[in-house]
């Protein structure tokens, strides 16, 4: 059985589709525990009444990142996961932190990475103008938003989106590529050789989603 720890910062719906498909497709694991860095994080309502442990590290209790992230750390390595997820976790890690979870922390990043790193990525792709926009889940490394790439989720761009309706239509696409990349994970599925992901059986590691009647132009 492995051992999952989920991170979140807010509303935790990421947090939420894994902890459901992992119930519900009997996955080989288990959410050991879900720990977020604000104590004011939806989510942790929701993993509380699943009978998940829960924890916060409030970052603003600490004087400097190093300090946090050896807390976090602390706090994390108490439930002893062979996988740490970052569901919507809006702390930039320092590289230690990074390398000690080195091969074992996922990411979701609300774009097609490499494109749109960083925060507001749904306006950065509005802005550019393309056509196609999307969901990225990807092994972190010590480079913001970038890491091999685990699984992709495209959806198109239509006439008259905003970054709001844009966001609900990849948010639609995490909630299916997650929960699918986690369960690659702890079935043993995923090797890494030279920063590239390999599936093992392979299977589409993309989905192309399109907007649905009466959504946009
Ligand atoms: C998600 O869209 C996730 O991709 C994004 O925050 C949202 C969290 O929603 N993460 C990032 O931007 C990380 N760089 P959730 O709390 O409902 O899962």
């Known amino acids: 059985m492995k051992k999952l720890v989920i991170l979140i910062s807010g509303r935790g719906s990421n947090m939420e589709a894994i902890v459901r498909a992992c119930a519900s497709e009997g ?5 050991a525990a879900v720990i977020a860095n604000r104590p004011d994080a939806a989510g942790l309502a929701f993993a509380a009444s699943r009978g998940i442990a829960t924890a916060v590290v409030d970052h603003r209790q600490f ?24 569901a919507g976790f809006m702390r930039v890690l320092t590289a230690r932190f ?20 960083g925060l507001k990525t749904h306006q950065q792709a509005l802005d550019a103008g393309v056509r196609l926009h999307g969901a990225s889940v990807h092994f972190v490394t ?11 989720s495209a959806v198109p761009v239509v006439a008259g989106d905003t970054a ?4 609900a239509r990849v948010l639609a696409t995490e909630h299916i590529i997650y929960p699918r990349a986690v369960r690659w994970f702890v079935e043993g599925r995923l090797a890494l050789e030279d ?15 399109g907007h649905t009647a009466g959504e946009g132009a």
Do not use: C, K
């Open 164 to 167: 709001a309706t844009l966001a």
């Open 63 to 86: 004087p400097d990142r190093d300090s946090f992230d050896a807390a976090l750390a602390e706090q994390i390595d108490i439930f002893g996961p062979d996988l740490v997820t970052l």
């Open 27 to 31: 996955w080989p694991a288990q959410v």
């Open 142 to 152: 010590s480079q913001l938003d970038h890491g091999p790439i685990v699984a992709q």
């Open 195 to 209: 920063s590239r992901v390999t599936l093992t059986p392979p299977e589409p590691q993309w989905l192309f989603a």
């Open 98 to 117: 990074v390398d000690h979870y080195a091969g074992r922390m996922l990411n979701v990043h609300p774009s097609l990475l490499p494109s749109f790193p």
